[in-house]
């Protein structure tokens, strides 16, 4: 079974609009976190931002945004006033339990076009 | 800024070859991490290294190998390279045990075509 769903293999947004990307998981850990990484088409992965099990506050980090339902198992990323450089591949991963030595996984991605 | 170096961008080998794809990290991280990427596939993990000379399978570990002979440097090895082996590789480095809020931090990744 798939740990990290993204159903979204593509998306558009215009240009100064806000968009929502999808990301549900699945675990039975009681601890564990999740992340939010940005490819675009030179390839690096870009951390954006972070969400732990145990936080009670969604997490932001300037126009990146968490919306975190954790009884939902969900985790979508929220981009506000979309820019043409927020096109990208945009992948959410998950890691379970307290350490930090555990891989992320991650899930297959949603590629992200902005139009002008 | 951590700084994850792999060696190459692109690399073309042919059937048969045993390739190498080195990874390079500046900050002193113990942990270091293998991953191939193919569209519609995502990240899928290779091999791991929590230290010099340890290493764990990943979740696709057949066909590699990996060797960390120093604690900067974690190498992947194609010990007998396949067109299935075609894809892109990324190499990614974070500091050991510093809690579940640690990211990873990934090279710009190398994309392998076999011939």
């Known amino acids: 079974a798939q740990k990290i769903t993204q159903t979204q293999p593509g998306m558009f947004v215009q240009e100064k609009e806000a968009v929502t990307l999808d990301c549900t998981y699945d675990?039975?850990?009681?601890?564990?976190?999740l992340f939010w990484y940005k490819q675009p088409s030179s390839g690096e992965m870009i951390f954006l931002i972070y969400q732990g099990s145990y936080d009670e506050q969604n997490a932001t980090e300037g126009r990146y945004s968490l919306n975190f339902q954790k009884a939902r198992k969900s985790a979508n990323l929220v981009i506000s006033a979309s820019q043409l450089g927020d096109s990208a591949m945009y992948f959410c991963a998950m890691r379970e339990g307290f350490s930090g030595n555990t891989p992320l996984v991650f899930g297959k991605g949603t590629r992200l076009s902005v139009i002008a | 800024d951590v700084k994850v170096t792999q060696s190459s961008r692109y690399l073309v080998k042919r059937t048969g070859e045993k390739v190498f794809l080195e990874c390079v990290q500046d900050?002193?991280?113990?942990?270091m991490f293998w991953y191939r990427q193919d569209p519609g596939l995502g990240l899928r993990l290779i091999y791991f290294s929590y230290d010099v000379k340890m290493k764990e399978k990943g979740d696709i570990p057949e066909g590699y190998s990996v060797s960390r002979e120093k604690k900067e440097r974690f190498s992947l090895i194609l010990e007998s390279a396949s067109t299935n082996q075609t894809s892109m590789y990324l190499c990614a480095s974070s500091l050991w045990d510093r809690g579940s809020h640690q990211p990873q931090h990934f090279g710009d990744g190398t994309r392998l075509s076999i011939l």
């Open positions: 675990t039975s850990d009681q601890s564990y976190g």
């Open positions: 900050m002193d991280h113990e942990n």
